[in-house]
């Protein structure tokens, strides 16, 4: 079928079926082009909880799918590939994770949103990088922290709000390759241009940055920018597309994951989960309503409270 005809059978099934699609920032473009919903984590999440769709069609990955269904327990949440995981998700099983929450019981436990739906039973606060500052802000200063998965997060976190958490060990696969030679390279190439950095990246990394963001915050930026026309961008390559939708006289340069012999390879760093999902993919599990998304009614009751205090602590 072609990309055309498998467009409009998409919008009519999800106009026959009062569905909704939502796509995160790191799709690719097609898919984010014929979505009803673009964005981050956070947005993903406050999207899902308003909407009076029947059937959330998330185009992300699994642990995303898991967020919408816990919020919206009476909707139908389907994926375009049940493969589309999450390397930080995996970093972080929820039998480790419980026996190191077990051994600090005086810490508050604050997880990321990329977490599978049995960490997020264990957590009291879930935060994404759009608002974890602003949530570790509002806990007491002398309450102790545990923040899991994402190390680099974490470490950003406290370097930013003076805390000590307590870390677990994980990372993205993404945002740990990005290599230091290849900014340093691209800012030779290009002096005036701002370096817009994820705080996901490593702290080395961090340091080369203009601006530490969320995907959204550095699109905001992007937007608003007025100094200078060029920008490196240290973030899963996706986001580059609305970027450039949103700024199309502005230059977008992605950083690669390594430099090899002095010279600077593929321009592109993407996650190969997210690229699981394809049109095809989006179409198929509408039409046919698989790749449901389930979560044990325990987990999903225990696991929506530090959601759902994510979203009053985010307002």
């Known amino acids: 079928m072609e990309t055309t005809q498998i467009i409009r059978e998409i919008n009519r099934l999800r106009k026959e ?26 947005a993903l999440a406050q999207q899902a909880a308003k909407t009076d769709a029947d059937i959330i069609v998330l185009a992300g990955v699994h642990f995303m799918g898991e967020t919408a269904k816990i919020l919206c327990p009476d909707k139908k949440v389907l994926v375009p590939d049940m493969e589309a995981g999450c390397s930080l998700a995996d970093s972080c099983p929820a039998d480790q994770f419980e026996q190191f929450v077990k051994a600090h019981p005086d810490h508050t436990v604050v997880s990321y949103v990329n977490t599978s739906a049995a960490v997020k039973a264990l957590t009291d606060v879930v935060v994404t ?33 003076g805390r000590d958490m307590l870390l677990w060990d994980g990372a993205c696969h993404v945002h740990e390759q990005f290599s230091v030679e290849a900014i340093l390279e691209l800012k030779k190439q290009y002096p005036s241009a701002k370096v817009l950095a994820h705080p996901e990246c490593k702290s080395v990394v961090l340091a080369l940055a203009d601006v530490v963001g969320s995907t959204q915050a550095l699109l905001n ?14 973030t899963e390559a996706g986001i580059l597309h609305q970027m450039q939708k949103a700024c199309p006289d502005k230059n977008f340069i992605p950083v690669p994951p390594e430099v090899s012999e002095g010279s600077i390879g593929c321009m592109c760093n993407e996650c190969k989960y997210m690229r699981l999902n394809t049109l095809e993919k989006i179409y198929l599990c509408l ?20 959601i759902r205090r994510m979203l009053q602590m985010s307002n």
């Not at 569905?19 to 984590?41: E, N």
């Not at 930026?221 to 240290?234: C, E, K, M, P």
């Open 17 to 42: 079926k009062n569905a909704v699609i939502m796509a995160h920032y790191y799709q690719t473009g097609d898919i984010q082009d014929i979505a009803d919903f673009v964005g981050d984590s956070l």
């Open 129 to 161: 990088s759009t608002n974890a500052k602003k949530i570790v802000d509002q806990l007491p200063e002398d309450e102790k922290i545990i923040f899991g998965p994402d190390r680099n997060l974490g470490n950003y976190i406290n370097s930013v709000t």
């Open 221 to 234: 930026y992007a937007v608003r920018s007025d100094s200078g026309d060029t920008f490196l961008v240290v």
């Open 287 to 306: 039409r046919d309503e698989v790749n449901e998304i389930h979560v044990d009614a325990e987990v999903a009751k225990k696991a929506v409270l530090p």
